[in-house]
């Protein structure tokens, strides 16, 4: 249980990094980060 919490608050702490960057980036290149990171995310549920 303490990997999957772990698991998610890295994923949580990703996904505020990509929301909110400390130097700006595109919209496209965001966009991009936050799919990747959705698709990690449901590959790691699946198996």
């Known amino acids: 249980m303490a990997t999957l ?3 998610i608050q890295d994923f949580v702490f990703k ?3 990509i929301m909110s960057p400390q130097v700006r980036i595109a ?3 965001s ?3 936050l799919v990747g990171l959705v698709r990690i995310y449901s590959w790691k549920n699946f198996f």
């Open 31 to 33: 966009g991009h980060f």
């Open 15 to 17: 996904f505020e990094c």
């Open 5 to 7: 919490q772990s698991y």
């Open 27 to 29: 919209l496209k290149l």
